[in-house]
């Protein structure tokens, strides 16, 4: 998984609670991603940032919230609004946010909602 | 707001055979990247082609890429069991980023 770590691998959470995965890279990258996968989708982009103490709101950005003040660490907050949350999520960093810039992605967090 | 789509989506073949699939796209790309994924794990980058090269190699992966169509494909040659994984394009999009399609996903029986 090329020196990216996510935490935890499976988390659960009641309703109403919020939860916050964590997503650390070693790699030295300026970008960072957070996306979400559900069963037969592919991947939707979350959030991203470019460099620290800078962050995009991405295609489905409602109900998260993000923070960047590490290089390392780009921590996702999964908060109350977010309506469906149960899913996979995926950290990814790039050298770059180029469109030639290849992501390397962490193993990614399972999140269920009790 | 999906620009790639897989083809098919759910592929299954015998060990040793050759596994093609594709991927089809609506506007003018810069270029196309393939990544594999394992279950329940993150995506590897496998290829990045660029929209001025038509075919490239990597070991026994071969993507071509079509602009006149806009699809590429990918070919897995000599399939093994370790090959067993969903595999994505993603292409470039608005503002710089990629944008990955649904997948397809191989099986390789054995």
């Known amino acids: 998984d090329g020196g990216i770590t996510q935490s935890p691998k499976y988390l659960f959470r009641k309703e109403g609670q919020n939860v916050t995965l964590s997503c650390e890279q070693n790699l030295n990258h300026d970008a960072m991603y957070w996306y979400r996968q559900d069963p037969g989708q592919g991947l939707r982009l979350i959030y991203y940032s470019q460099i620290v103490n800078d962050f995009q709101k991405g295609d489905i950005a409602e109900g998260y919230s993000v923070s960047r003040e590490k290089k390392e660490s780009f921590p996702l907050t999964v908060t109350s609004a977010q309506k469906n949350p149960t899913a996979f999520y995926l950290c990814?960093?790039?050298?770059?946010?180029?469109?030639?810039?290849?992501?390397?992605f962490g193993p990614g967090t399972r999140l269920t909602v009790l | 707001s999906q620009q790639g789509e897989e083809d098919p989506q759910a592929l299954s073949i015998q060990e040793g055979e050759n596994a093609t699939m594709n991927c089809s796209y609506k506007t003018s790309i810069n270029n196309l990247q393939w990544y594999r994924q394992n279950s329940g794990r993150g995506l590897v980058h496998l290829i990045l082609?660029?929209?001025?090269?038509r075919e490239k190699h990597s070991g026994r992966l071969r993507v071509t890429l079509d602009t006149s169509k806009k699809s590429s494909s990918l070919l897995i040659t000599a399939s093994r069991a370790a090959d067993t994984a969903s595999y994505f394009c993603?292409?470039?999009?608005?503002?710089?980023?990629?944008?990955f399609g649904k997948g397809t996903r191989l099986h390789i029986l054995p």
């Open positions: 993603a292409t470039d999009a608005r503002d710089d980023k990629i944008i």
């Open positions: 082609i660029r929209s001025n090269e």
């Open positions: 990814a960093s790039s050298i770059g946010v180029g469109a030639t810039d290849t992501q390397y």
